[in-house]
């Protein structure tokens, strides 16, 4: 996987704020930014541009952090200065492509344009990265900017700057597979293959931005003033005990445009459960999962979480969903957005309005419980996949969430990352928290999960209890496999393979071990529960008595 070489500042900088308190740190800022944009003397601009980036490198911010945030402009500033030079009327220059004659005044112009987008570009390089995510939005929303406006800001800021993380992942992974710009640089083949390479670029950092927008909010980080959990009555709460139902689905569609993503859904989830969410690629099980935290709305049908509507009667975002329902995003890239992993964790419990020491026992006990809390003053864009995902996992966590929903929390883990996984869920499990896992992980789902739920084309397949996973019909219905602990059985003549149910290594063992010891009386009575058939056991007793 292709990491994120990203600089971003972090704790470890120690970079210097000048003004201590946020909201004072935005108001200023944004006066420098208004003052500048209405500054036209290409002197005093430039001189402005040298001061603001000498005093920005001197609080500390990286040099590789600006100029990343610089080469942003590029795109947008050359829009918007490249034709000028060529329609101002004035002193002409000099003749250009397509016999276009740049002006004097027409240059200035440009020039004054630019200075201007680098002006305002620096400073806000230096509030992003001397404030928290949070700090940031909260100070817009005290300042009185209208929360639809912070959203398009922060969605704003967060594409532009996911363009230049994604066109860096973009190029390393074109050159890895040989990306050549072959020709002169101004032949169509290299126009041709630039205008791929951005379009893509634009693309991809737009789907990802738009991932992490839904992350944000999904944590609560437009909402305004958030609603501590615990001060909700115990009834809704409903995860403290078994037999209530913990999320309700009911004839459930959901379209993309035309595209039918989800068909005449329903099923519920009793509190407490272990749901394993399953279906091959394209099922709909990461719609279903955007549909569950309120996120998003069911075309037609209802989602009842923890006895409360999602729909549009508890706002955008549904009235209890978002808050107690928490997302485990198969992309940890998706999630994490602060500059540390300690500010990344206490975002979602900031917004629920806890006070600093509460939020401060969330951010120490969630790491905790995902074994990283020495990674707190770390920046998260410099960890492992791994330490990635139980950053994700603790951020969720320290929403002391009722239910937990991960998508495809075991992909790209190595074999203890999903040992320690596994462990954790387990852990969120005694905690009394609900957890619906997305995975195609047959043998997974099988040893873990007490409920099955399986999708096929949008559709609801089947759901049940674990033993489903056994099932040839639904195997080959839902294009799964057979999980590995039971094939060994279905090679054994004489034994009911379909009864050979091992759901974990010791289940398996302990069917292995009775097979072995099986006495020929044994047989006649199929004590063991695998019944006996013909031939084949002879050679299975013989090892038995080795
Ligand atoms: N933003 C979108 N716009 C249009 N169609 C979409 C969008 N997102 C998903 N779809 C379509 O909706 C269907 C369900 O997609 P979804 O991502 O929910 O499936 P999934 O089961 O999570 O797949 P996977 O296992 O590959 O992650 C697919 O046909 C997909 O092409």
Redesign the pocket.
Known sequence: MIKNITVRPNESSKVKAWIPNPKYRLICVLALVAAVVTVQSMTVLSWTAGFVLFAVLWSGVPFRFVLGRLVLLIPFGFAAAVMLPFTTPGEPVFTGWFGLTATEEGLARSAVIMLKLVNANLLIAYIIAVTPLFDLIRSMRAIGIPAVMVELLGMLLRYLFLLMDEGQSMLKAQKSRGLRLQGRFWSDSVYRRCGQLLGSLFLRALSRSGRIYQSIRARGGFDGTGTPFSEEPEDRRGGDGMGQSAVEVNRVCYR??D?E?LRDITFSVQARTKMALM??????????ISLLNGLEQPSTGTVTVLGQGTGAEGGRRGPLAGSRVGVVY?DPDDQIFSTTVGEDVAFGPRNQGLGEEEVEDRVRDALEAVGIADLRGRSPFELSYGQKRRVAIAGVLAMKPTIVVLD?PMAFLDPKGRDDLQSMLEAMHLMGITLIV?T?DVDFAAEWADQVLI?KQ?RLLVSGGPDLLFDDAVIAAAELHLPRLARPFRLLEGVDSSAARPKTVREAAQLMWRLLRRRPEDDAMGGDGVPAGSGREEPERKTAGK
């Open positions: 993309y445009g595209r993503a279906g091959p690629n394209g099922a709909g099980k990461s719609t279903l198969q495809e997305a195609h999708l949008g």
